[in-house]
């Protein structure tokens, strides 16, 4: 059974930056990653992904270029840089892995993905 454990998150002021962290158990390196989040009343959409070997990376087109996405499989985490954050970032993120290869056409569906953290809450005031 693969654990996930999501932590770095918090409340942060427009503009600034967070990094989140996730720690998983078992064999990591193969595990694509990713991270989701959910604001409240809304469904869970993805956010970004990572290949097995962190060659892969997928984003969701607004955080394009304030977000980035790295692992470390010596360290068994995946991280997501968060900065110039919005408000409308506000969410609980989600990290998520999945035992298969992510493709162009998958990355981005929660189905896809086999096991889920608990979330940690982002939120960033005006």
């Known amino acids: 059974q693969v654990q996930l454990v999501e932590s770095g998150g918090g409340l942060v002021q427009a503009g600034g930056s967070l990094t989140l962290s996730c720690a998983a158990s078992g064999p990591f390196s193969s595990y694509a990653m990713a991270w989701f989040r959910q604001a409240p009343g809304k469904e869970r959409d993805f956010v970004a992904a990572?290949?097995?070997?962190?060659?892969?990376?997928y984003y969701l087109e607004s955080v394009k270029g304030r977000f980035t996405i790295s692992r470390t499989n010596a360290k068994n985490t995946v991280y997501l840089q968060m900065n110039s954050l919005k408000p409308e970032d506000t969410a609980v993120y989600y990290c998520a892995a999945r035992t298969a290869t992510l493709y162009s056409g998958n990355y981005y569906a929660t189905s896809v993905y086999e096991y889920w953290g608990q979330g940690t809450q982002v939120t960033v005031s005006t």
């Open positions: 990572i290949s097995q070997s962190g060659i892969s990376t």
